[in-house]
């Protein structure tokens, strides 16, 4: 299996810019997180979908972000306007039947906001 | 609310020492217990879990023991290899499922 695939790995824009980061959860998960990482915080859940419905976005930082899954393959995570505080790594991860399973990690979007 | 905490780093050991690195939580009910790691550039692995107190959970060498009494979940290694050298993170998932709550994470560098 591939895992799960995120893309781009890298993205530089500048402050106001929207920046849309994609992910490809692992084909048969049914379940599947956007996380967030930086120094200052360290890991942090924004949103998590079950069967492509969102369940707990309470991590979601305010209106600017967004995060969709129209299907079972594929989801977004949106910033509109970008601002220098969103730079991190953001890491989708998915994981099968319930949410008690193993997440799997992607290889993460480090996201930099000039 | 549900937390967890780990001993900060960087921890820089030499190659064949012995590894602990701490971790404790807090949380109501029966959490499942985690240890992850993050080799450079790369996203999180699950390394060992634990989903009941007294359970040891062992993977490549590293043991954790999910202890209640103390609300810890140690990580343990006999001997580590430069190999090893990454960032570990403890994490937690309360009984509903769900998001994983993670330790702030603690660097790892072995020497030859």
């Given amino acids: ?114 | 609310g549900n937390s967890v905490t780990q001993m900060e780093g960087p921890v820089t050991l030499s190659e064949e020492a012995f590894l602990t690195i701490n971790c404790t939580y807090t949380a109501t009910g029966y959490p499942s217990l985690f240890w992850y790691v993050q080799y450079p550039g790369e996203g999180l692995q699950l390394l060992l879990k634990a989903t009941k107190a007294d359970d040891k959970g062992s993977n490549k060498g590293f043991e954790a023991t999910y202890r209640k009494e103390t609300t810890s979940f140690h990580l343990e290694k006999g001997s580590v290899q430069v190999s090893d050298s990454a960032v570990y993170f403890c994490a937690l998932r309360g009984n509903q499922g769900g998001k994983l709550i993670f330790g702030q994470g603690t660097e790892l560098s072995v020497k030859p």
């Fill in chain 1, 1 to 114: 299996d591939a895992g799960v695939i995120q893309s781009p790995r890298h993205e530089v824009t500048e402050m106001g810019q929207e920046v849309t980061l994609r992910c490809k959860p692992i084909s048969g998960h049914n379940s599947l997180f956007w996380y967030r990482q930086t120094m200052m915080r360290g890991l942090e859940l924004l949103i998590y979908f079950n069967n492509n419905v969102p369940i707990d976005d309470s991590g979601m930082p305010e209106d600017r972000f967004s995060a969709k899954m129209p299907n079972a393959s594929f989801s977004t995570l949106k910033i509109q306007p970008s601002e220098p505080r969103d730079s991190a790594v953001y890491f989708c991860a998915s994981s099968a039947r319930d949410t008690h399973n193993e997440q799997f990690f992607g290889p993460g979007t480090r996201l930099t906001v000039l």
